[in-house]
Nanobody, 118 residues
């Protein structure tokens, strides 16, 4: 069982930045992916950013909302993935959930609330 612990959510004004962190109890192996989804009230869950570990490289999967404003990074030594969010907008208000797809099983964090005020 993989456990994920998220941190870094909160309230921020429009135009501000936040960095979310997610620590996994498992290391990423080739074929794994880690990243973030979000779900706003009344909307479907959507991919924000994901990082796929390939044999000799890492590939990033982008959700529509992330392009140009958000970035994903990892600290493999700490089994941690980060989501850097810049130029936040009120439409970015959502619950952000970290995932780790480990050995083809999907694991989720508890979710962290991000609220962007106008």
């Amino acid at each position: 069982q993989v456990q994920l612990v998220e941190s870094g959510g909160g309230l921020v004004q429009a135009g501000g930045s936040l960095r979310l962190s997610c620590v996994s109890s498992a290391s990423m192996v080739t074929g794994d992916s880690m990243g973030w989804y979000r779900q706003a009230p009344g909307k479907q869950r959507e991919l924000v950013l994901g990082l796929i570990k390939e044999e000799s490289d890492e590939r990033i999967a982008y959700g529509e909302a992330a392009k140009g404003r958000f970035a994903i990074s990892t600290d493999n030594a700490k089994n941690t993935v980060y989501l850097q969010m810049n130029s936040l907008k009120p439409d970015d208000t959502a619950i952000y959930s970290c995932y780790h797809n480990h050995w083809a099983r999907m694991y989720w964090g508890q979710g962290t609330q991000v609220t962007v005020s106008s």
